[in-house]
């Protein structure tokens, strides 16, 4: 099965040390006042996102290369004022990180939203405040699909 250096007391007394060692290097780094380096050693530094995932500009890359061929352009400015009036809060955000329960938020303010617009409920030929979240989570969804279609994406 393989061979082992230490048997489980020395492990357990290596790994103790370990601590130690770790505690005491973190407590000199906090009276220096250099959080970067306990940051480093705790391994919670800060990684910058890649903004090559943010949500803004793979959703406009989604509207112009794939979406544009398959609608006519009524329903791409439809898809953007959708974008403009109830997804923005997600535009700088990675979509490798975005939750389905932030999504349900989401299309809860803006039923919230499509009830205050009075054009939008009195409107014969405009949309209830039921519609739009449907027309919104639609336009999600096929969103995401073409995500993932396009290719693997992991965090």
Known sequence: ????????????????????????KIIELFNENKKDEINKLLGKEKKESDKSFYFEKL????????RSKKVDKKTLKMEEY????????????DVRLIYKS?????????????????????????????????RIKTTLNQFFKY???RK???P
Do not use: C, W
């Open 1 to 24: 099965l393989g061979e082992f250096k230490h048997n489980r007391k020395d492990a357990k007394r290596m790994s103790l040390r370990d601590a130690e060692n770790l505690a005491a």
């Open 59 to 66: 959703f406009f890359d989604y509207l112009k290369n794939f």
């Open 82 to 93: 959708y974008y403009n009036n109830y997804l923005k809060s997600l535009a700088n955000r």
């Open 102 to 134: 932030e999504i349900a938020k989401l299309l809860k303010r803006a039923q919230q939203k499509s009830l205050k617009n009075k054009n939008n409920t009195k409107n014969k030929e405009g949309y209830n405040s039921y519609d739009t979240v449907v």
């Open 147 to 149: 995500l993932e279609a």
């Open 152 to 154: 693997p994406i992991s």
